[in-house]
Structure formats: structure tokens, C-alpha cells
């Protein structure tokens, strides 16, 4: 069922279709379409002490605050790295944020960017080259200690599960795109590694990754991340518009985004949290 609370956002859609629409049966049809909508289609979220447990995890260090290394921990090893994740478990870190990419011969890796240019000595779009080719390249890039770590590959990411399994490091699997893809190759990581059930979470800014995941595993814990404030201003703060009321208007749709995450989406994907970007997790 949906949550507590939500009959006053329903109210408050119902109120502003109402106002825009000047009709009482238009904003009921809106309204009750977008409830029947998300209680038709909706996932139910996996039990809370097993999102707890990811995301909470028991013999934490740092007093009980998990410590996740972004990007496998790129600021002291090559970002997505084999070694990054050693180096995260040897600094302290609970868990590691792993970004998963594909090849062109639909091998899942790890890489942030579409390219491999910044992070390796290759050019070109990660999903016009076979894994064979990949593994041709230095993935240290321009990395300040590519010297100590020159060599290093770019890793699939099988390896890198079974890496952060080793190092009982919980695992924050972020997906950009590609959520068919996406959905078969983590399965098959649940699949062959049943602990990931609760010593991992399947993020991405993509509400239909999360829905794509849940559809193929329910058991899987899922979040949203987002960027409150993401359509009026830049990462640093500064407005996108020069215009203030187009600075205001951008202002509103903030607000329904992020109502659409806690509220919409969080019930139609089930998600068990809500990842703000940069440290804030709501639960």
C-alpha cells in the first residue's frame, strides 16, 4: 500500500490540476490515474532490516558511520580499479561505489565515463570496444600515482565483485544507462554471489534502471539518486538563468522532482533509499 501521508500530496495534485484545469472532474481523472497507476504497477520495497543491513552495516568503523569510496576509491588508486578497491578496504572504507559500463561485445566493466579517455591511455567510446581491446589499455590514465600503479587493467565487473566479496566491503553498483543490460548482468551477479542480497544496492539517477532491476530480481535493494535543486542551478550553486523568473519557474519543477523521488517514484520502484547527492542518504 502506499504510505502514510501521501493523501496530502494527492490532495495537493489534485489541488494544482484543479487550478489549472478549472474543472473538479479533470483533476479527480488526473488524480485517480496517477493512484491507480502506481498501485497497479508498483513494487513493494525488500524487508527494512535487509536494506538496514546494506545500508547500515553491523562492526562498522569511523563510530558506526559507513565510509564509501566513490568510484572504487579514485583518489588514492586508478578510479574503478582492482587496486582502488584494495586500497579503499586497506584505508578504512566500508563499502566502495562501483559504475558499471558495457563493451561492445556486452561484457559489464567498470567505468564512469562513455569514454575511456580520461582514465586509461585508449581513446573511444567504451561500447565500440570488445573486452579484448580493453584489456590492451593502461588503466592508470593520468591518475597522480600512475607510476605505482601502472599496469593495472580495467576490470570486469566480475572481478570487481568478487574483489569487494573478499574484502567484505558493501557495494554500491551505479548504473547510467543501458537498464536491460543493466538488470541481466546484475542478476546474474546475485545469482552466483547470493551475498550481495545483503551487501549491496543498485543506484542510479535513472528511475527506469531501478524499475528494469526490480523486475528482474524483487529481492534486489534498490535507490534513486538525485540532485535536489538540479534543474535551477549548477553543482556549485550558481543559478542557470540569468532571468529570475525563470530561475523561480525552474525553482517549482525542483520542488515536484523531488516530491516525484520521495513520493512517486519511491512507491512505483519500491526503492529503499533515496541517495542525495553528494553524502545525504534519506531513508
Known amino acids: 500500500m502506499l504510505q502514510i501521508g501521501d493523501e496530502v500530496y494527492f490532495s495537493a495534485v489534485f489541488l494544482l490540476v484543479l487550478f489549472g484545469t478549472r474543472s473538479a472532474i479533470g483533476a479527480s481523472a488526473v488524480t485517480a490515474s496517477i493512484y491507480v497507476f502506481i498501485f497497479m504497477f508498483r513494487f513493494p520495497q525488500v524487508p527494512a532490516d535487509q536494506a538496514s543491513q546494506v545500508l547500515r552495516p553491523t562492526g562498522l568503523a569511523s563510530a558506526g558511520v559507513p565510509v564509501v569510496a566513490q568510484r572504487a576509491g579514485g583518489h588514492d588508486a586508478p578510479e574503478n580499479t582492482i587496486a582502488a578497491i584494495r586500497e579503499a578496504s586497506r584505508n578504512g572504507a566500508t563499502g566502495v561505489e562501483l559504475d558499471v559500463g558495457f563493451t561492445a561485445d556486452g561484457v559489464a566493466v567498470l567505468m564512469h565515463d ?73 542478476g546474474e551477479m546475485y545469482h552466483r554471489h547470493p551475498v550481495l542480497y545483503n551487501s549491496s544496492i543498485v543506484c542510479s539517477f ?10 528482474a530480481d524483487p529481492g534486489v535493494v534498490t535507490a534513486l539518486t538525485h540532485r535536489p535543486w538540479s534543474l535551477s542551478r549548477y553543482g556549485d550553486g550558481t543559478p542557470r538563468s540569468l532571468s529570475a523568473w525563470t530561475n523561480y519557474w525552474l525553482g517549482v519543477l525542483d520542488v ?17 533509499a533515496i541517495l542525495m547527492q553528494k553524502d545525504f542518504i534519506s531513508l
Request: glycine share 6%; with cysteine; charged share 25%.
Open 114 to 186: 562513455e569514454t575511456v579517455d580520461r582514465t586509461t591511455n585508449g581513446t573511444g567510446a567504451v561500447g565500440t570496444l570488445r573486452l579484448a581491446e580493453l584489456r590492451t589499455l593502461d588503466a592508470t590514465g593520468r591518475h597522480r600515482l600512475r607510476e605505482k600503479f601502472k599496469g593495472e587493467r580495467v576490470p570486469t565487473l566480475q572481478e570487481a565483485v568478487e574483489e569487494c566479496i573478499n574484502h567484505q566491503l558493501t557495494i554500491f553498483f551505479d548504473v547510467k544507462d543501458q537498464p536491460d543490460k543493466a538488470a541481466a548482468a546484475l
Open 206 to 215: 535513472q528511475p527506469k534502471v531501478i524499475y528494469k532491476m526490480r523486475q
Open 256 to 272: 515536484l522532482l523531488d516530491w516525484a523521488h520521495h513520493h512517486l517514484l519511491w512507491n512505483l520502484c519500491g526503492v529503499s
